[in-house]
């Protein structure tokens, strides 16, 4: 089934690690975004990335950054994870960057410590 | 930037009631955009608005997009337990812009 993996689904870590979450999409979409999801703030940007060998900042782009080697892939790493990384993370894709009609991943939860 | 107040932030409602929510904006949209997320998953889209003043249908949902481009409003009728879940709304300024998401509504239904 055509869609979003993101990985893993769930993590618990200790404040000052490494961590990168994984996220691939088989859809040959151009467009892939990351997105922190926390009760009563809705959905916000991380970083976005309009095609393959590209990436920007979004709304909330500190302590985090994202690499595009190619169409498929784009992992979130925090370099030093802190406590108030705590959340939920969605990795996106659209066809192109124009639309705003996104396809989202199911997730992952990250609990800093 | 912009920002997005979407209301109501909660919703508990009977099975069979109609549903109303809306999402206000301090800036002129071009898109708007209504999401749904279920519980433990990712958002997904349910309905897209491209012109000022478009109504537009999905089932039992519907969504229109403001005739002043700084509002959409999104209505269930006959709410089914399924409907269960968090709906947000997202706008686009400009084609290629980043969407703004609004903070969601949760919304409860009792069988």
């Known amino acids: 089934i055509a869609g979003i993996t993101q990985a893993p689904t769930s993590q618990i870590l200790a404040a000052g690690r490494r961590m990168t979450l994984r996220c691939t999409q088989d859809m040959r979409h151009n467009a892939m975004y990351w997105y922190r999801q926390d009760l009563g703030l809705g959905l916000r940007l991380i970083h976005y990335?309009?095609?393959?060998?590209?990436?920007g900042k979004g709304e909330v782009p500190d302590g985090y950054s994202v690499s595009r080697a190619n169409t498929d892939d784009f992992p979130l790493t925090l370099a030093s994870a802190v406590p108030s990384q705590t959340s939920v993370y969605f990795c996106?894709?659209?066809?192109?960057?124009?639309?705003?009609?996104?396809?989202f991943g199911e997730g992952s939860r990250l609990t800093v410590l | 930037g912009q920002q997005l107040n979407q209301s109501p932030q909660s919703m508990f409602i009977q099975e069979g009631e109609d549903v109303s929510m809306n999402c206000t904006s301090s800036s002129i949209f071009n898109t708007w955009l209504w999401y749904k997320q279920d519980p433990g998953e990712g958002p997904v889209l349910l309905i897209a608005?491209?012109?000022?003043?478009e109504l537009t249908s999905n089932g039992r949902l519907t969504a229109q997009f403001g005739i002043t481009r700084k509002d959409s409003f999104l209505n269930i009728s006959a709410s089914i337990p399924s409907d269960v879940g968090i709906y947000f709304c997202?706008?686009?300024?400009?084609?290629?812009?980043?969407?703004?998401f609004g903070e969601g509504t949760q919304l409860t239904v009792n069988p």
């Open positions: 990335s309009n095609t393959a060998g590209t990436t």
């Open positions: 996106a894709s659209s066809l192109e960057d124009a639309t705003g009609e996104l396809f």
């Open positions: 608005l491209y012109k000022a003043g």
């Open positions: 997202a706008g686009q300024e400009t084609s290629g812009s980043r969407l703004t």
